[in-house]
Structures are given as structure tokens and as C-alpha cells.
Antibody, heavy 115, light 107 residues
Framework: QVRLQESGPGLVKPSETLSLTCAVS?????????WAWVRQSPSEGLEWIGE???????NYNASLKSRVIISVDRSRNQFSLKLRSVTAADTAVYFC??????????WGQGTLVTV | DIQMTQSPSSVSASLGDTVTITCRAS??????LAWYQQKPGKAPTLLIY???TLQSGVPSRFSGSGSGTDFTLTISSLQPEDFATYFC?????????FGQGTKVDIK
């Protein structure tokens, strides 16, 4: 079965760039699915950040669009998130997930990023 | 953005009880609604999608209903592993949005 695993620094300084990678195993990132980033914080709850298809097409949440880049690396079967100019408000648990049509399944275990 | 509002925010129940959670969308979303379960320190898992379709492997005591703006998740005969937080999510349009969650705890 498909599994996703987030990786990246757990601590980022204000104004710097948050960078996370999601490794996909048990399936191909080039399959007919979109791949998403979602974050969760006590103040904002679950927030969809954006999504990417294996051909590189992306959609972003307008609230973050000016600061976000999601990219895909088909050769490594992974996709990545970059969020620039972070502030304390970006402190959250970041999840990657595969989209099953417009639903999210499965999810990675999540990684806490503190700004 | 479509706002998703869940109620109640928390509910206390006993083993064997039936629990009903509601989710209201700020505009009509057809049946583009999913329910997730999340346990502490874990990622959400998909329970129900398209308002009423059970995800593979999910026990039949979970059921969903509704369309348009009003939806319900029902958990029949509550089991120990069902004490968790439940979220709804709309898939009708971007950005995808989630409810704020309903915590089901032990009475």
C-alpha cells in the first residue's frame, strides 16, 4: 500500500524558508493522483496548503499562494513544499497526503515545524 | 472559500452509545463531503467520502448522510477505539476546507 513520509527541519527561524519533502513508497507518484500538503495548528485547525500533479501542475491556497512553492521529483518519487518568509503563525504540524479524487488518503505521519 | 462548521465541538459518550456529529457548509456542496478520524499524535484517516460512502476497511458502525449544506456522521455502538476527534472536509471546490473538529471522549 502507498505510504508517505515527511522530512525536513523541525525548527525554522522567522523570515526564513520552510522546506519539507514527502517521500512516497509503495506506489508511483506518477499515478493518476494529486498530491497535497495540509497543515494543522491549534489556532487554525486543518488548512489545505496546495496540491501538485506529477506533470507539475499546481493549485495553491490563495491565503498562502504568494509564499508557497510545491514541486515534484518523479525520479525520486517525492514531492516538496517550500514556504518562504515564515512567521510564528506558520508553526504547525505539516502533513503530506495523496488525493483520492478530492479526498485525502493516505496521509503521512506529519512533522512538527516550529518557527 | 467554503466555511465548514461542525457541532458540537465536543461530546461525551459511553461505550455502546450512538453519537451524531453534524457539519454545515456555508454554501451547497452536493455530496462532496468527507469525514476523517484523528487520534492524538496521529494523522487523520479517511472514514467516509462522497457524504455516505464508507472507505475500505472502515467498520459499518460508521455512517454518513446529507447533501447540499447539511451533513451528519453517525457512530453506532461506540467502541473504545472510536474515542477520537472527527473532522469534515468539503471537496466541492478549491481551496479544500475542513471543519474545526468534534472531540468524542469518554463520559
Amino acid at each position: 500500500q502507498v505510504r508517505l513520509q515527511e522530512s525536513g527541519p523541525g525548527l525554522v527561524k522567522p523570515s526564513e524558508t520552510l522546506s519539507l519533502t514527502c517521500a512516497v513508497s509503495g506506489g508511483s507518484i506518477s499515478s493518476n493522483h494529486w498530491w497535497a500538503w495540509v497543515r494543522q495548528s491549534p489556532s487554525e485547525g486543518l488548512e489545505w496548503i496546495g496540491e501538485i500533479y506529477h506533470d507539475g501542475e499546481t493549485n495553491y491556497n490563495a491565503s498562502l499562494k504568494s509564499r508557497v512553492i510545491i514541486s515534484v521529483d518523479r525520479s525520486r518519487n517525492q514531492f516538496s513544499l517550500k514556504l518562504r518568509s515564515v512567521t510564528a503563525a506558520d508553526t504547525a504540524v505539516y502533513f503530506c497526503a495523496r488525493e483520492q479524487e478530492v479526498w485525502f488518503a493516505p496521509w503521512g505521519q506529519g512533522t512538527l515545524v516550529t518557527v | 472559500d467554503i466555511q465548514m462548521t461542525q457541532s458540537p465541538s465536543s461530546v461525551s459518550a459511553s461505550l455502546g452509545d450512538t453519537v451524531t456529529i453534524t457539519c454545515r457548509a456555508s454554501e451547497g456542496i452536493g455530496t462532496w463531503l468527507a469525514w476523517y478520524q484523528q487520534k492524538p499524535g496521529k494523522a487523520p484517516t479517511l472514514l467516509i467520502y462522497a457524504a455516505s460512502t464508507l472507505q475500505s476497511g472502515v467498520p459499518s458502525r460508521f455512517s454518513g448522510s446529507g447533501s447540499g449544506t447539511d451533513f451528519t456522521l453517525t457512530i453506532s455502538s461506540l467502541q473504545p477505539e472510536d474515542f477520537a476527534t472527527y473532522f469534515c472536509q468539503q471537496g466541492n471546490s478549491l481551496p479544500r476546507t475542513f471543519g474545526q473538529g468534534t472531540k468524542v471522549d469518554i463520559k
